[in-house]
């Protein structure tokens, strides 16, 4: 009996990685790519004209980022798998694709040595797959800085500026949703940064989870 072909979107806005992607999965006589692309945009529609069963999805995109994308993916199908794909060694990142429906995290640096057992398992054992390196990730957090919510510190705008950069947004397209400069976005993450005495944006992603400046919709 033949095996079904894994219908396969791959969405990164890199060619260059696209196609070594691509390239890697060339040995996997399961996979079929259907489709790239290198934004959101258009994914809808693609969704709607063809056949997916796996979506190879990475997180910082252009004008969106994949995590928003998840919702819009599961307002369309069921059925397609996600597998996020993407370089944020961040836990909470994680935490986040998979209670909004994802199947699978897994690091770009990890690709080449995981990416096709993840896909095995997420399509043919129907269970999750996360790279080793993330989980170690959260347990260090965990015993590292357990100290549940941090304190609320940030001005009103403050806040707006942090939930747009936790969500994956450049400085520029931050600048751009709320009228404000590029220069002056920076000067803004700089105050954050001092005052919440995180060092980079990693930081920043779990302080806005924490403080519920990024909402899950499960809807």
Avoid at 73 to 92: E, F, N, P
Avoid at 149 to 178: F, R, W
């Amino acid at each position: 009996m033949t095996q079904s072909l894994i219908n396969t979107l791959i969405v990164d806005d890199h060619a260059i990685f696209r196609a070594g992607l691509i390239k890697l999965l060339e040995n996997n006589h399961q996979i079929k790519i259907v489709g790239e692309l290198d934004s959101g945009d258009g994914l809808t529609s693609f969704l709607d004209s063809n056949p997916v069963d796996l979506i190879i999805l990475d997180i910082s995109l252009p004008r969106t980022n994949g995590l928003e994308l998840i919702d819009e993916i599961r307002s369309k199908t069921t059925k397609a798998k996600i597998l996020i794909l993407s370089m944020h060694r961040v836990a909470d990142y994680c935490r986040l694709a998979l209670k909004r429906g994802a199947k699978g995290y897994v690091l770009k640096e990890d690709a080449f040595d995981q990416l096709n057992q993840a896909i095995d398992i997420i399509i043919n054992q129907n269970k999750e797959y996360i790279s080793p390196s993330i989980t170690k990730a959260a347990a260090d957090e965990f015993f590292t800085n357990n100290t549940g919510i941090l304190p609320d510190i940030l001005t009103k705008s403050e806040k707006v500026i942090l939930e747009k950069i936790a969500s994956g947004m450049s400085n520029k397209e931050v600048g751009k949703s709320v009228g404000i400069s590029v220069r002056t976005v920076e000067t803004h993450r700089a105050h954050i940064l001092r005052k919440l005495k995180i060092k980079n944006t990693a930081g920043l992603v779990q302080y806005a989870i924490k403080q519920n400046l990024i909402h899950i919709n499960k809807s």
